[in-house]
C-alpha cells in the first residue's frame, strides 16, 4: 500500500491557486464569475519582452545553460540592483531560479536545519510558513494589527528572537494587506537583525507596484553590515506582466548563493532559456511598461477600497502597495445566508462563490481570520460588478 511521506502530508496545497482554479473551472463551463482570486497582473507581456523570447527560439537558444543562470541575465539583475536599489551586487552574488516562490524554496533548503526557527509576521504570504516546514525548520508567526498597519516593529521582532532564530522574512509592499515599510522602518528592524546576528530576508517582488508617492527602499541599502545580514528576493513576474515565464532571482552572501545553485543543480537545474533571455530584455528595456501598468492599478485601487468601506459590516485599509485589497469582514460574522451561519471568512468566501458568483481568498490562508484578499489586478469593469454583487449579497444577509 502506498504511503506518502509525513512531510507531505502536513502540507495543505496553496488556497490561493486553488480558488482561481474553481473560479476558472466555474468560468469554463459558462459561469459568470468575477474572480478576485489571482495574484498575477492582467495586462499581457510586453511585446519587446515576447519578441526576445521569440528571437531566442528562432536563435535556437533552447538548450541547457549555467545553473544559476546565463552570465548576461546576473549582469543585467546587478545593473538593475545598481541602477534601482542602489546596491553592488557580483554575478556569484546572484542565482536565478524558476520563479520567487522557487527561490524562496531553494534559500529555505539551503539556510534551515530542523528546529531552526524563521520569524514570519502574519498577514503573510502562503508559502512561507509551509516552505520553512518542508526545510524542517519552524515558522513562527507574528500577529500584526490594522492599527499597526500589518507590519512588524522592532519590539516585537526583538521578543520574538531565541537561539533558534535563523531569520525575519519582511515583504514590503505585502502580499495580502499591501503595506510597505518606510526607510525608518526598515532601519529600526536592521537594528534589530544586526544586533542578534540574524538574517533578513527581504521579499521585493511588488517593489515597483507603490501608491501616493511611496519611496519604495530595500534593506540592504542601510549599510554594509545590514547588507551583510540580508537575502533580497525578487523577479520578473509583477512588474513586467510574466508570471508564466518564471524568472526569480535571490541576491546575498556568496557563500549562501553557492549553496542554493548547488540544490537547484539537483532539481530544476537552470531557468528555461528563452524566459532568461526574456528576462535581460525587461531589465535593460525602455521601462514604461512598469508606470503605465501603476496608473491604471492606481485608479483601480482608488475604487475598491472606497466602494468596499461603503459596505455595512466591511472596512478596508488603504493598501501602499502591491495590487490586493484586505478589507476586515468581522462585521459579518455572525449573520446568515439562506440559514448557513458566516462563522469564518473561509465560510463566506465559500458563500459568496456559490451565492453571488465572486472568488475571493479567506484570510485564514494569510494568518489573518476575518479578512477578505480580494485581488484588483483584474480589469475595472470586473471589479464595478463584483464589488456590486458584493454590496447586493451583503444586503440580504439576515
Not at 66 to 89: F, M
Not at 335 to 345: F, M, T, V, Y
Request: glycine fraction near 8%.
Amino acid at each position: 500500500m502506498l504511503t506518502l511521506s509525513s512531510r507531505v502530508q502536513q502540507i495543505k496545497p496553496s488556497p490561493t491557486l486553488a480558488i482561481t482554479a474553481k473560479a476558472k473551472a466555474l468560468q469554463a463551463e459558462g459561469v459568470d464569475v468575477v474572480n478576485f482570486g489571482a495574484g498575477e497582473p492582467d495586462f499581457d507581456t510586453p511585446e519587446n519582452i515576447k519578441e526576445a523570447g521569440i528571437k531566442a527560439i528562432r536563435d535556437g537558444f533552447t538548450n541547457y545553460t549555467a545553473v544559476p543562470g546565463i552570465p548576461q541575465l546576473r549582469q543585467a539583475i546587478a545593473a538593475k540592483l545598481k541602477r534601482e536599489n542602489r546596491l553592488d551586487y557580483k554575478e556569484n552574488e546572484i542565482v536565478v531560479s524558476c520563479g520567487g516562490k522557487h527561490s524562496f524554496y531553494n534559500l529555505a533548503q539551503a539556510l534551515l536545519d530542523p528546529g531552526d526557527e524563521v520569524i514570519v509576521p502574519a498577514p503573510y504570504w502562503v508559502s512561507y510558513p509551509p516552505m520553512v516546514s518542508l526545510a524542517g525548520g519552524v515558522p513562527i508567526i507574528l500577529e500584526t494589527g490594522e492599527d499597526e498597519g500589518f507590519k512588524l516593529s522592532p519590539e516585537r521582532l526583538q521578543a520574538a528572537i531565541t537561539k533558534k532564530t535563523r531569520a525575519v522574512i519582511i515583504n514590503s509592499p505585502s502580499n495580502p494587506t499591501g503595506a510597505a515599510y518606510s526607510l525608518d522602518e526598515l532601519k529600526a528592524l536592521a537594528e534589530v537583525v544586526v544586533k542578534n546576528d540574524i538574517l533578513l530576508i527581504s521579499d521585493e517582488i511588488y517593489e515597483h507596484i507603490t501608491y501616493d508617492g511611496f519611496e519604495q527602499h530595500s534593506p540592504a541599502e542601510i549599510s554594509q553590515v545590514v547588507k551583510d545580514h540580508c537575502i533580497i528576493l525578487n523577479g520578473v513576474s509583477k512588474s513586467y506582466s510574466m508570471t508564466g515565464w518564471r524568472i526569480g532571482f535571490t541576491a546575498g552572501p556568496a557563500t549562501l548563493i553557492a549553496a542554493m545553485t548547488k540544490i537547484q543543480s539537483q532539481s530544476t537545474s537552470n531557468p528555461t532559456s528563452i524566459s532568461q533571455m526574456a528576462a535581460i530584455e525587461a531589465y535593460n528595456g525602455v521601462q514604461d511598461y512598469v508606470k503605465n501598468v501603476l496608473v491604471d492599478f492606481t485608479k483601480r485601487r482608488a475604487y475598491i477600497i472606497k466602494a468596499l468601506n461603503e459596505i455595512p459590516g466591511i472596512s478596508c485599509f488603504n493598501p501602499q502597495g502591491a495590487f490586493y485589497a484586505f478589507p476586515s469582514v468581522k462585521g459579518l460574522l455572525g449573520k446568515s445566508c439562506n440559514g448557513r451561519e458566516i462563522d469564518s471568512a473561509l465560510t463566506l468566501c465559500d458563500l459568496l462563490l456559490d451565492e453571488a458568483k465572486i472568488a475571493a481568498v479567506p484570510g485564514e490562508a494569510f494568518g489573518a481570520p476575518g479578512y477578505l484578499r480580494l485581488s484588483y489586478a483584474t480589469s475595472m469593469e470586473n471589479i464595478v460588478k463584483g464589488i456590486g454583487r458584493l454590496a447586493e449579497f451583503v444586503k440580504g444577509l439576515s
